[in-house]
């Protein structure tokens, strides 16, 4: 999943032009598409979130010490990115350089410098600077979208929700540094698509084979709710993200509503079919979606495993286990 074009060249002069228009979705913060580079960081939220930290501090894995957020090409552990990587800052932008991804690579890091939706940039930032949880208060913070990991042609796809505030948006890497993730990297060690039970940090050596993990919306929101608007802008990410691995793909895991409902509407704007009437989440639940090639693929939900779901016995390790088996 991967966009053509996505890295200029270093001594290029021209940028190209997007009349963004005015979709409204997403308010824009310029009509020219800039390489991540020239792009600065967003004004916090407020004065009231904590203290602002050190400006360099070291990796957790490689010790190389870091600004925070990271900028593209910094060296941060499995960065797609680099400073010519084009951003996207409005909806339309989005739309159209999803749509030039030629490769989970490509769209990877346009997905990670994407600044599309105002809200989510201030506060992913923020929260990277001055809103750091005390035990983490050491470590620099990634304050980027969380692009996709795991396998470029995998066979099974996860959608989750979102990245957590002190989980993905410390560690650059989807579901890692927080006790959801502890869950599901432990699911899928004991199902054989993760080669360790855990992933702590980006570069901790984790790699997964037929799965690849993407969210819903890749920005850390308040409340850890997305609005309406910011999921339906996140969406065209998804979009391309099933264009790009449907050819392989056997099933999509989405765990939760919000993964579920943005998966069926990616398969919509797509042109595949979807049975009617909507098909509701269930956990365990399942309803084929077919591409326009007629390719079959599962959508099956599963609880998120959030710590509400998991703490309550809501969603167990067995329950888990069973749905992946299923996959």
Same mark, same amino acid.
């Given at each position: 999943?991967?966009?053509?074009?996505?890295?200029?060249?270093?001594?290029?002069?021209?940028?190209?032009?997007?009349?963004?228009?005015?979709?409204?979705?997403?308010?824009?913060?310029?009509?020219?598409?800039?390489?991540?580079?020239?792009?600065?960081?967003?004004?916090?939220?407020?004065?009231?979130?904590?203290?602002?930290?050190?400006?360099?501090?070291?990796?957790?894995?490689?010790?190389?010490?870091?600004?925070?957020?990271?900028?593209?090409?910094?060296?941060?552990?499995?960065?797609?990115?680099?400073?010519?990587?084009?951003?996207?800052?409005?909806?339309?932008?989005?739309?159209?350089?999803?749509?030039?991804?030629?490769?989970?690579?490509?769209?990877?890091?346009?997905?990670?410098?994407?600044?599309?939706?105002?809200?989510?940039?201030?506060?992913?930032?923020?929260?990277?600077?001055?809103?750091?949880?005390?035990?983490?208060?050491?470590?620099?913070?990634?304050?980027?979208?969380?692009?996709?990991?795991?396998?470029?042609? $995998?066979?099974?796809?996860?959608?989750?929700?979102?990245?957590?505030?002190?989980?993905?948006?410390?560690?650059?890497?989807?579901?890692?540094?927080?006790?959801?993730?502890?869950?599901?990297?432990?699911?899928?060690?004991?199902?054989?698509?993760?080669?360790?039970?855990?992933?702590?940090?980006?570069?901790?050596?984790?790699?997964?084979?037929?799965?690849?993990?993407?969210?819903?919306?890749?920005?850390?929101?308040?409340?850890?709710? $997305?609005?309406?608007?910011?999921?339906?802008?996140?969406?065209?990410?998804?979009?391309?993200?099933?264009?790009?691995?449907?050819?392989?793909?056997?099933?999509?895991?989405?765990?939760?509503?919000?993964?579920?409902?943005?998966?069926?509407?990616?398969?919509?704007?797509?042109?595949?079919?979807?049975?009617?009437?909507?098909?509701?989440?269930?956990?365990?639940?399942?309803?084929?979606?077919?591409?326009?090639?007629?390719?079959?693929?599962?959508?099956?939900?599963?609880?998120?495993?959030?710590?509400?779901?998991?703490?309550?016995?809501?969603?167990?390790?067995?329950?888990?286990?069973?749905?992946?088996?299923?996959?």
């Amino acid at each position: 999943m991967d966009f053509a074009d996505v890295h200029r060249p270093a001594d290029a002069r021209r940028r190209p032009h997007i009349n963004s228009g005015g979709d409204g979705e997403c308010p824009a913060g310029t009509e020219h598409v800039r390489p991540a580079g020239s792009v600065g960081r967003a004004e916090p939220v407020g004065d009231t979130i904590g203290q602002v930290t050190s400006s360099l501090l070291p990796h957790p894995v490689t010790a190389e010490p870091f600004e925070s957020p990271v900028p593209p090409g910094a060296g941060w552990p499995g960065d797609p990115a680099t400073p010519a990587t084009l951003v996207a800052t409005t909806t339309r932008e989005v739309e159209r350089l999803a749509g030039r991804a030629g490769s989970v690579a490509e769209l990877d890091a346009a997905v990670s410098v994407c600044r599309a939706c105002p809200r989510l940039v201030r506060w992913r930032e923020t929260v990277a600077t001055q809103g750091k949880r005390a035990s983490f208060a050491d470590q620099p913070y990634w304050g980027r979208p969380g692009p996709g990991f795991g396998d470029p042609q $995998p066979e099974i796809l996860v959608v989750g929700l979102a990245p957590a505030a002190n989980g993905t948006n410390r560690t650059g890497r989807m579901f890692t540094g927080d006790r959801s993730g502890d869950w599901l990297y432990a699911a899928l060690h004991r199902a054989g698509y993760a080669s360790r039970p855990a992933s702590t940090h980006a570069g901790d050596g984790q790699v997964l084979t037929g799965v690849r993990i993407v969210a819903a919306v890749r920005c850390a929101p308040p409340a850890n709710k $997305p609005d309406p608007a910011e999921r339906h802008t996140c969406g065209l990410w998804l979009d391309r993200d099933l264009a790009l691995t449907a050819p392989g793909l056997r099933s999509i895991l989405a765990l939760g509503a919000i993964a579920w409902d943005a998966t069926l509407a990616s398969a919509r704007r797509l042109g595949w079919t979807v049975r009617r009437p909507r098909p509701r989440f269930t956990h365990g639940g399942q309803t084929n979606l077919v591409t326009t090639t007629g390719q079959a693929i599962r959508l099956v939900g599963c609880y998120h495993v959030s710590q509400q779901n998991t703490f309550t016995g809501r969603l167990t390790e067995p329950m888990l286990d069973e749905v992946l088996a299923g996959l």
